[in-house]
């Protein structure tokens, strides 16, 4: 595969989430301008996807047609993954009465994979498919401390440790600190670290061998006095899911 390819492909998810934002449709000049693209490729995408039908034009601008929609529903709801832990998720929320989400690593961040929100103004929100940093959030480090002792140090040493918020732990001496006094307890406890109002726990997820975290967000105010009781609590549901499931034990 060339660059090239590579290129296309990251230009056609731009292409995705222009619309996404923007929520209307657009002209050829407005969506290169917008993100960068010389127009003469911009027009081959959209050509690629209006014949293939991901894409349509109303009056002289650009829109996506709901086949995006269509194939993403039949792919979701093939996940097996999402299958099976969806209803995990659906049960902690009911009993918790927070956030609860899936997170797994992309990279040197991590990624929300699936999400449950209980029906309150005032909550933790998310996104599917929303990228967050490892160092700076309680999902992070404990798909860190889920690794081995070797790959967790290789990538401790490539994090940059970007501060966001006065909590921040931006001292590799200290979060390796932090990592073992929570490795030891079995989950892991975020007070503002990415956002200075909000609070998540969680706990190292196993499922296939694979590496995950299963998560509980909140508003930091309302669940600070219940995080030790929702670690336990993920980290007694992480076992039960994970036991079967596995076959390095």
Request: aromatic share 6%.
């Amino acid at each position: 595969m060339s660059m090239n390819d590579v290129k296309s492909a990251k230009r056609v998810l731009d292409i995705l989430q222009f619309f996404a934002r923007t929520r209307e449709p657009a002209t050829l000049s407005q969506i290169a301008a917008t993100l960068g693209f010389p127009k003469s490729s911009c027009l081959a995408l959209l050509d690629t996807l209006e014949g293939d039908g991901y894409a349509h034009q109303i009056a002289g601008r650009y829109y996506l047609t709901r086949r995006w929609l269509h194939e993403a529903r039949i792919i979701s709801e093939h996940d097996p993954l999402i299958k099976l832990i969806h209803p995990t998720l659906e049960s902690l929320c009911k009993e918790l009465g927070e956030t609860v989400l899936l997170a797994q690593r992309a990279g040197e961040h991590l990624v929300y994979l699936d999400l449950i929100e209980p029906e309150l103004t005032v909550r933790f929100t998310a996104k599917v498919g929303q990228v967050k940093p490892l160092h700076a959030s309680a999902s992070g480090r404990a798909i860190l401390a889920g690794m081995s002792s070797r790959e967790r140090e290789n990538l401790l040493s490539k994090l940059k440790l970007e501060r966001y918020t006065k909590n921040t732990i931006v001292s590799l001496t200290k979060l390796r600190a932090l990592l073992e006094q929570e490795i030891r307890k079995g989950w892991h406890i975020n007070y503002g670290e990415h956002q200075i109002d909000t609070l998540s726990v969680a706990a190292p997820l196993v499922i296939f061998d694979t590496q995950y975290a299963l998560v509980v967000g909140a508003p930091l105010s309302r669940a600070r006095d219940k995080a030790e009781e929702i670690g336990q609590t993920l980290a007694r549901v992480s076992q039960k899911l994970s036991e079967p499931l596995n076959t390095n034990k």
